[in-house]
């Protein structure tokens, strides 16, 4: 079983930035996939990014040359590094990983970008 725990959320302005992170409990070079999805209200889940084992990353291409993803693997941590936020990124952030034919979730954080 992988925990998650995510931190970093927050109220922020438009044009700013935060960091998210995502601590596992295991090593996370062990785990095949780990992301962040978002959920805005009425809306659907949408994948944010993914950083594959072997260091591969994947980004939506409403984040692409904002947003990156990377990750520690002495901390045991991923990061989202989310520049020139815009209102449109308002929503809950969840740290998702896939490990042995498992998928694991965070608790989710809430990302707020609004003057």
């Known amino acids: 079983q992988v925990q998650l725990v995510e931190s970093g959320g927050g109220l922020v302005q438009p044009g700013g930035s935060l960091r998210l992170s995502c601590a596992t409990s295991?090593?996370?070079?062990?785990?095949?996939?780990i992301g962040w999805y978002r959920q805005a209200p009425r809306k659907q889940r949408e994948l944010v990014a993914v950083?594959?084992?072997?260091?591969?990353?994947n980004l939506a291409d409403s984040v692409k040359g904002r947003f990156t993803i990377s990750r520690d693997n002495a901390k045991n941590t991923m990061y989202l590094q989310m520049n020139s936020l815009k209102p449109e990124d308002t929503a809950v952030y969840s740290c998702?990983?896939?490990?042995?034919?498992?998928?694991?979730w965070g608790q989710g954080i809430q990302v707020t970008v609004s003057s």
């Open positions: 998702h990983a896939v490990q042995g034919g498992y998928a694991y």
């Open positions: 950083i594959s084992s072997d260091g591969t990353t």
């Open positions: 295991t090593s996370i070079s062990s785990i095949l996939a």
